[in-house]
């Protein structure tokens, strides 16, 4: 869906978790022996752990000349209800 509305994206877990240990808590023990040197791909097994998803969106290239999508719902949704509201 992220596709079809044009954009690109990139799991951002690791990055968030680090820099939230970095502001909050750099020296706490975790963060300074195993959260800091984790590379990026080993947060997916902590993924569950983690309630909120983040992610990186970056438009893809558009072709010159070509005419603008409009925004739409592409129907995502949460545990809290429709994010796009139909009126």
Not at 43 to 49: A, E, T
Not at 63 to 73: C, D, N, Y
Request: aromatic share 8%; with cysteine; hydrophobic share 35%.
């Amino acid at each position: 869906m992220i596709a079809e509305a044009g954009f690109r994206c990139q799991q951002q877990l690791g990055r968030a978790v680090r820099s939230t240990f970095e502001l909050e808590r750099p020296g706490a023990l975790s963060y300074r022996t195993i959260l800091k040197h984790l590379p990026d791909e080993s947060y997916r097994i902590l993924r569950r752990v983690f309630p909120t998803l983040i992610y990186l969106l970056t438009p893809k290239v558009v072709q010159r000349g070509a005419s603008p999508q409009h925004a739409q719902s592409i129907g995502l949704s949460n545990s809290l209800g429709s994010i796009w509201h139909d009126e």
